[in-house]
Nanobody, 122 residues
Framework: QVRLVESGGGLVQAGDSLRLSCAAS????????MGWFRRAPGREREFVAR????????YYADSVKGRFTISRDNAKNTVSLQMNMLKPEDTAVYYC???????????????WGQGTQVTVSS
């Protein structure tokens, strides 16, 4: 069982930056693909970014490419999401998630954090 705890959400203005962090309880953290998803009000949960076990490869949704950066520190069991040039449409609850698979679909992420709210005002 992997316990994930997100932090770093908040209220910012358009154009600002935020950094989300996720701490994992699992000592085998480096064996998991880590991802970030988000759910905006009235919308389905959607993929934001994921990072492979070694941290060498990252993948992003088109809507955040060039603005968001996912990274991980396997020594500290943490994964982060640096969000720059935030837009009002980035407003959502952001979830950290983990999967033992290399290229998981959303349903293949076994473990989820409780979420952290990000609100971007115009």
């Amino acid at each position: 069982q992997v316990r994930l705890v997100e932090s770093g959400g908040g209220l910012v203005q358009a154009g600002d930056s935020l950094r989300l962090s996720c701490a994992a309880s699992e000592r085998t953290f480096s064996t998991y693909t880590m991802g970030w998803f988000r759910r905006a009000p009235g919308r389905e949960r959607e993929f934001v970014a994921r990072i492979v076990r070694t941290g060498l490869y990252t993948y992003y949704a088109d809507s955040v490419k060039g603005r968001f950066t996912i990274s991980r520190d396997n020594a500290k069991n943490t994964v982060s999401l640096q969000m720059n040039m935030l837009k009002p449409e980035d407003t959502a609850v952001y979830y950290c998630t983990a999967s033992p698979l290399l290229a998981p679909s959303q349903s293949a992420y076994n473990f989820w954090g409780q979420g952290t709210q990000v609100t971007v005002s115009s």
